[in-house]
């Protein structure tokens, strides 16, 4: 499965920002799909992340009412929409595949990463 994200960019606080992931493969369908993001000095961090279905999902408490993950599987695409954009919310985001849960270590699939800046 190969993975490729979009729609990062410069963005004043408070606004938003929606990013999406085009995956590869006929198998999408069947995995479990993530969002981290990594600001500069900083370890790797769990955002959000959605089961393969679209039934369930899960949240970082600093994202919870903020960001939303979906998915459309017939466009093989997930997405994150980010309202509410505070200037500690920049980061490059990654979107992950086929792994579960909060630690980067379980997904086995990446994508390159995309830029979000947000300015005060």
């Known amino acids: 499965v190969q993975l490729v994200e979009s729609g990062g960019g410069l963005v004043q606080a408070g606004g938003s920002l929606r990013l999406s992931c085009a995956a590869s493969?006929?198998?999408?369908?069947?995995?479990?799909m993530g969002w981290f993001r990594q600001a500069p000095g900083k370890e790797r961090e769990f955002v959000a992340v959605?089961?393969?279905?679209?039934?369930?999902?899960y949240y970082a408490d600093s994202m919870k009412g903020r960001f939303t993950i979906s998915r459309d599987n017939a466009k093989n695409t997930v997405y994150l929409q980010m309202n509410s954009l505070k200037p500690e919310d920049t980061a490059v985001y990654y979107c992950?595949?086929?792994?579960?849960?909060?630690?980067?270590?379980?997904?086995?699939?990446w994508g390159q990463g995309t830029q979000v800046t947000v300015s005060s």
């Open positions: 992950a595949g086929g792994g579960w849960g909060t630690p980067p270590s379980s997904y086995a699939y």
């Open positions: 493969g006929r198998t999408f369908s069947r995995y479990t």
């Open positions: 959605i089961s393969w279905r679209g039934g369930s999902t």
